[in-house]
């Protein structure tokens, strides 16, 4: 090792404004092999690595990192309900966004609160994209049914502000989903996850839907559309370009949901009824269509929903 080869780490995390511990974390990673978690999954101390492989300026990182730490914890502490977090979906994330080693979102508790505090310092959007809450009605049944149908890989249209992309991530693991968003700035979060070690992500694609996508017949077992259908023009016939290119990349069934009532969204561009979105299935080639009717907004924490109705749910088979 070259004497103080880690201070370069050092100079680049500051000209970013990142903390000091952040140099270290990438010095180590990047010049000495240092894994972040030990054979027991338990997170390194940084203070004890870094005096292993550099000894020096410990009582600055301790100082540093100490106070990220407690604003953190305070915030916490202040808030007025906590805010809980998909863990691991989180985790991949801010290590993906921040450029930190991905050991750390598989180092339990202790790492996950780190990346918090570091994700609180730097002041990082999108994360209530991955908050932990319960689900939108239509994402519940949306679950139940990719439980039930098993798929290993999974065809998901849409991220918007990932309402169904992470709450089916963190319920299956396992897992493997294809990203079709035409919208590009909604990639970021997406990469993030990708760079931060979760593997479940197998590709992304920026085409639309209707469009076609340069993939092969039957990639994935199941697809999904939710609230997407609404946005496509009737008049140019997208809708069914649609729903004919999930099909034909699902090899199983492709599962859908709309508005059932109209709302003030100038981006929805048609109102389905059930016999619409039924007749818009077959037309495209399916076998059998499965419409239902399933309350808005969010699942009852009793369990038991007296909500109106507000969307249209659909199994379309293959």
């Not at 098993?150 to 990932?162: I, R, S």
């Not at 419409?291 to 969307?311: F, N």
């Amino acid at each position: 090792m070259k004497p103080n080869e880690h201070r370069r780490y050092e100079t680049r995390a500051r000209a970013l404004g990142l903390p000091y511990v952040d140099a270290f974390l990438a010095w180590a990673r990047d010049t000495q092999g240092v894994r972040l978690v030990d054979a027991a999954g338990s997170i390194v101390d940084p203070r004890s690595a870094f005096a292993a492989y550099a000894g020096v300026n410990l009582a600055a990182m301790d100082l540093e990192s100490g106070a990220m730490m407690e604003a953190y914890r305070t915030s916490v502490s202040s808030s007025a309900e906590p805010v809980l977090y998909r863990s691991r979906l989180v985790g991949h994330y801010i290590c993906g966004a921040l450029g930190l080693d991905p050991a750390l979102a598989a180092a339990g508790p202790e790492g996950t609160e780190y990346l918090l505090a570091r994700a609180h310092a730097d002041r990082l959007g999108s994360m209530r994209m991955f908050r932990l809450r319960r689900p939108l009605c239509r994402i519940q049944w949306a679950l139940d049914r990719v439980a039930a149908l098993d798929p290993a890989v999974l065809l998901d249209v849409g991220v918007g502000d990932g309402n169904a992309l992470m709450p089916l991530l963190d319920a299956f693991p396992r897992l493997g989903v294809i990203v079709v968003e035409p919208v590009r700035e909604r990639h970021g979060v997406v990469a993030a996850l990708q760079r931060g070690g979760c593997a479940q992500i197998r590709a992304t694609f920026s085409r639309r839907i209707e469009e076609g996508l340069e993939i092969a017949d039957d990639t994935a077992d199941v697809a999904t559309a939710l609230e997407v259908l609404e946005h496509l023009d009737p008049d140019s016939g997208a809708p069914l370009r649609a729903a004919r290119e999930l099909l034909r990349v699902s090899c199983k069934a492709v599962l859908v949901s709309v508005p059932s009532v109209a709302d003030r969204n100038p981006d929805h561009r048609q109102l389905f009824t059930a016999e619409s979105l039924a007749s818009l299935w077959y037309d495209a080639g399916a076998s059998r269509v499965q419409v239902e009717s399933v309350p808005a907004g969010h699942v009852a924490e009793s369990g038991v929903d007296t909500k109106p109705p507000g969307h249209f749910v659909a199994v379309a088979w293959k």
